[in-house]
């Protein structure tokens, strides 16, 4: 659902959230079922790349070493490709 809808503070628990999701593909595949996945996926990529993302995120989870944040950027950047 978060996927889904997008939001800012959506996006920041997508970012913690997917590396643990067991199943990436059925995410995705039931999101294209009944939304624009692409659409949606990108309003993410975009927000995820930003300089200001790391930052903000950590506002919020606590510091995150940069290993683990770009070990969870790589999880769900790899979701578009599955």
Do not use: H
């Amino acid at each position: 659902m978060k996927f889904i809808s997008c939001r800012e503070t959506d996006i920041r628990d997508l970012f913690m959230l997917m590396p643990k999701a067991k199943n990436l593909r059925w995410i995705k595949n039931e999101i294209i079922k009944r939304y624009n996945f692409f659409d949606r996926f990108k309003k993410i990529k975009d927000k995820i790349i930003s300089k200001d993302f790391k930052d903000n995120l950590q506002g919020v989870y606590g510091k995150i070493d940069d290993a683990t944040f770009e070990n969870y950027k790589k999880t769900l950047l790899n979701i578009e490709n599955l």
